[in-house]
């Protein structure tokens, strides 16, 4: 935010945010996500391993620990086929603690301009049908928190997936998640 605000004052609206990397750098902020690397590396290892030692490098070495740890995989790559996981059944909203997807989009006034260009794309449009849904049963349906994508039923009586786009919040789940890495997440217009 300083950074924005020292362009803005200085009339360099347009110009890359070139201070923003430094100001990083010399933060508060880096300094507390060092500390903090390997927690969910260590956590993906177990609850015992992982609390004993996310306790040993927090609070007996204070996150100053000479070691960094690394996933081996991707994210993407852990998804199981749905053959070999049990459904999960979530509890209705109620409106009071717990509410529906799109009424909490609605409450993050995300805001698109009808007319500008998509921001989400397939690669393959044949993926989300044919591989998403046959072997994970359509995973993007559930990862998205904003129900940005749907399987509906097409003109020949099969499934295809709807984008709804306008609903994004920009999350980047489904670049990231998205067991085929089809979905194009681009910035949308306007930044």
Same mark, same amino acid.
């Given at each position: 935010?300083?950074?924005?605000? @020292?362009?803005? +004052?200085?009339?360099?609206?347009? @110009?890359?945010?070139?201070? /923003?990397?430094?100001?990083?750098?010399? =933060?508060?902020?880096? $300094?507390?996500?060092?500390?903090?690397?390997?927690?969910?590396?260590?956590?993906?290892?177990?609850? /015992?391993?992982?609390?004993? #030692?996310?306790?040993?490098? +927090? %609070?007996? #070495?204070?996150?100053?620990?000479?070691?960094?740890?690394?996933?081996?995989?991707?994210?993407?790559?852990?998804? %199981?086929?749905?053959?070999?996981?049990?459904?999960? *059944?979530?509890?209705?909203? @109620?409106?009071?603690?717990?509410?529906?997807?799109?009424?909490?989009?609605?409450? =993050?006034?995300?805001?698109?301009?009808?007319? +500008?260009?998509?921001?989400?794309?397939?690669?393959?449009?044949? *993926?989300?049908?044919?591989?998403?849904?046959? $072997?994970?049963?359509?995973?993007?349906?559930?990862?998205?928190?904003?129900?940005?994508?749907?399987? *509906?039923?097409? @003109?020949?009586?099969?499934?295809?997936?709807?984008?709804?786009?306008?609903?994004? *919040?920009?999350? %980047?789940?489904?670049?990231?998640?998205?067991?085929? +890495?089809?979905?194009?997440?681009? $910035?949308?217009?306007?930044?």
């Amino acid at each position: 935010a300083e950074a924005a605000f @020292d362009a803005v +004052q200085a009339g360099r609206q347009n @110009d890359e945010l070139a201070a /923003y990397p430094e100001a990083f750098e010399t =933060s508060w902020l880096k $300094t507390e996500l060092y500390r903090a690397r390997n927690f969910k590396q260590w956590m993906s290892r177990g609850l /015992y391993l992982g609390t004993m #030692m996310v306790g040993l490098e +927090q %609070k007996v #070495m204070g996150g100053n620990v000479p070691w960094t740890l690394h996933h081996q995989h991707s994210d993407n790559e852990t998804l %199981k086929p749905a053959s070999q996981c049990k459904p999960i *059944v979530y509890p209705k909203p @109620d409106g009071k603690l717990t509410f529906d997807r799109l009424s909490s989009v609605f409450i =993050s006034n995300t805001n698109h301009e009808e007319n +500008q260009p998509a921001h989400l794309t397939l690669k393959d449009p044949s *993926v989300p049908v044919n591989v998403n849904l046959r $072997t994970y049963a359509g995973p993007e349906s559930r990862y998205c928190p904003a129900g940005v994508y749907e399987f *509906v039923k097409a @003109d020949d009586g099969g499934e295809r997936l709807q984008i709804n786009a306008q609903n994004c *919040v920009h999350c %980047k789940t489904c670049d990231i998640k998205d067991p085929t +890495q089809n979905i194009v997440w681009v $910035t949308p217009e306007g930044g």
